[in-house]
């Protein structure tokens, strides 16, 4: 069960579950609902509210993927909020529910370029593939809706806070540290089996993040639960060297 803050975050979760129905592969989840998610799903009451539902598309897998979702997205409603001077159409709304849309970074021109049922490409975000590396169905209950969506595994969403914390051009990084503290604090012991199987990538970007976070602790130091999750959190990397 998804506890819901209010109407635009109760129509976002809604409008993932449509999306999922319709087109149930080449998205996930990510961003602050995905924070969210993991807190329903290991009992604890989120530290930071939003709305707006971001999502990464598999355009790897899939190279249409961006006109499959929006496509989808159109025909439940939606429509892209405007077009940024570059062309991106990121942001998708139907009424108070808000869906983000955002590709890979470095798939290369020919993913960056790719466009969607109106006409406009999209952001590309760091670290995103690895998130939908390690992406996989989960049921879902918000109110009286049933349903499904795909998100990352705990530990995905680890990397992809650490990889999104490391937009230097973000005006508000320090969310990042918030909700890389929060997603800490729910680590248990079983999350180390998956923790063996990352690269080297992405283990430079947890050791980096947990730098970050040590450097930064005034940020997040109101997260309950964080340090202790943080140390679990080194003591699993350490034992990957």
Same mark, same amino acid.
């Given at each position: 069960?998804?506890?819901?803050?209010?109407?635009?975050?109760?129509?976002?979760?809604?409008?993932?579950?449509?999306?999922?129905?319709?087109?149930?592969?080449?998205?996930?989840?990510?961003?602050?609902?995905?924070?969210?998610y993991?807190?329903?799903?290991?009992?604890?009451?989120?530290?930071?509210?939003?709305?707006?539902?971001?999502?990464?598309?598999?355009?790897?897998?899939?190279?249409?993927a961006? *006109?499959?979702?929006? +496509? =989808? %997205?159109?025909? $439940?409603?939606?429509?892209?909020? /405007?077009?940024?001077?570059?062309?991106?159409?990121?942001?998708?709304q139907?009424g108070?529910a808000?869906?983000?849309?955002?590709?890979?970074?470095?798939?290369?021109?020919?993913?960056?370029?790719?466009?969607?049922?109106?006409?406009?490409?999209?952001?590309?975000?760091?670290?995103?593939?690895?998130?939908?590396?390690?992406?996989?169905?989960?049921?879902v209950k918000?109110?009286?809706?049933?349903g499904?969506?795909?998100r990352?595994?705990?530990?995905?969403?680890?990397?992809?806070?650490?990889a999104?914390?490391?937009?230097?051009?973000?005006?508000?990084?320090?969310?990042? *540290?918030?909700?890389? +503290? =929060? %997603?800490?604090? $729910?680590?248990?012991?079983s999350? /180390?089996?998956?923790?063996?199987?990352?690269?080297?990538?992405?283990?430079?970007?947890?050791?980096?993040?947990?730098?970050?976070?040590?450097?930064?602790?005034?940020?997040?130091?109101?997260?309950?639960?964080?340090d202790?999750?943080l140390?679990?959190?080194?003591?699993?990397?350490?034992?990957?060297?």
């Amino acid at each position: 069960m998804i506890p819901v803050l209010g109407r635009a975050q109760e129509s976002g979760w809604i409008g993932l579950l449509e999306l999922f129905e319709r087109l149930p592969r080449h998205w996930t989840l990510v961003g602050g609902q995905l924070v969210h998610y993991w807190c329903a799903v290991r009992g604890r009451w989120p530290e930071r509210a939003t709305d707006d539902a971001d999502t990464v598309l598999d355009v790897r897998g899939e190279p249409h993927a961006l *006109l499959l979702v929006t +496509g =989808v %997205l159109r025909d $439940l409603g939606f429509a892209a909020t /405007g077009t940024t001077p570059t062309g991106h159409q990121h942001r998708w709304q139907r009424g108070d529910a808000v869906i983000d849309l955002l590709i890979p970074r470095h798939l290369g021109a020919r993913a960056d370029s790719r466009t969607g049922v109106s006409g406009g490409t999209t952001l590309a975000t760091p670290g995103a593939q690895k998130v939908i590396d390690r992406s996989s169905i989960a049921p879902v209950k918000v109110g009286k809706r049933t349903g499904a969506i795909l998100r990352p595994s705990l530990i995905g969403a680890l990397v992809g806070k650490a990889a999104a914390r490391s937009v230097a051009l973000d005006r508000h990084r320090d969310r990042h *540290l918030i909700d890389f +503290g =929060v %997603l800490c604090s $729910l680590l248990d012991p079983s999350d /180390g089996v998956e923790a063996e199987t990352l690269d080297r990538s992405e283990r430079g970007r947890l050791t980096w993040m947990v730098s970050e976070m040590r450097t930064n602790r005034p940020a997040w130091a109101f997260v309950g639960g964080a340090d202790r999750g943080l140390g679990r959190l080194e003591l699993i990397l350490d034992d990957q060297d």
